[in-house]
């Protein structure tokens, strides 16, 4: 019933939730906070390969992708820096090579690492953006998925600021469903079955995203949006 008034609803002067004859009841009002979340739609520029409601910090770690590479799986991770704290610069920092090994000891076992993401999902929900969609970013690492090796060449990699050992936010799964849309819109080859944890192709090497996500809830989100 509420998805389908979800389905069937519209985001302004139209809804009769904006009326001023109709009871603000606290339902109506969680229920239009929520409503705002889910339908508002995210834009892609073909062009730059920027979605437009990203912050853009832009990242050297990344290159062509091989020439017959179709884009055909999203790989969710999860990282904090330094680990289990959340809000800081560290990851920002990591994927544009500005570590500063003196600020934390793990910085200084990581710090030359030449890595990046696409895409990274802040605690509040914020939006950024490294690499361009249609370039490859250095996040999956020696891994296989679809009977392939090397997951970087084919794949869009998404980053949720988390840890093993913490829930995620909820703003975080709504807009990873969202980005989710968006991604298989632009790229239709990632099929629903094409969404992978990083320890899904690199098993034994890599554990995130971690216990904590939600795989159940994450898919459910996108079917609302499908
Ligand atoms: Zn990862």
Redesign the pocket.
């Known amino acids: 019933m509420v998805e389908q008034r979800i389905r069937n609803a519209k985001v302004g002067g139209s809804t009769p939730l904006s009326g001023t004859t109709f009871p603000r009841s606290k339902y109506l009002l969680t229920f239009h906070r929520d409503l705002v979340h889910i339908q508002k739609i995210m834009n892609y520029d073909p062009e730059s390969g920027l979605i437009k409601e990203a912050r853009y910090v832009a990242s050297d770690n990344f290159d062509d992708r091989p020439g017959d590479s179709d884009v055909e799986a999203l790989i969710v991770?999860?990282?904090s820096l330094p680990p289990g704290e959340f809000g800081g610069g560290g990851i920002e920092q990591l994927f544009c090579n500005s570590l500063d090994p003196d600020e934390h000891p793990y910085y200084s076992e990581i710090c030359e690492l030449k890595v990046s993401a696409h895409l990274l999902i802040r605690r509040d929900g914020e939006l950024v953006q490294f690499v361009p969609l249609d370039r490859r970013a250095w996040?999956a690492g020696v891994s296989e998925c679809l009977g392939r090796a090397e997951v970087n060449d084919f794949s869009i990699g998404v980053?949720l600021e988390g840890s093993d050992d913490e829930p995620f936010e909820e703003i975080q799964y709504q807009k990873l469903a969202k980005l989710t849309q968006l991604i298989q819109k632009e790229f239709p080859n990632i099929k629903p079955d094409h969404i992978y944890g990083?320890s899904d192709i690199a098993p034994g090497r890599?554990t995130?995203p971690g216990p904590h996500f939600d795989w159940q809830h994450f898919q459910s989100l996108c079917r609302q949006l499908a």
């Open positions: 991770h999860a990282i996040h980053e990083h890599k995130d």
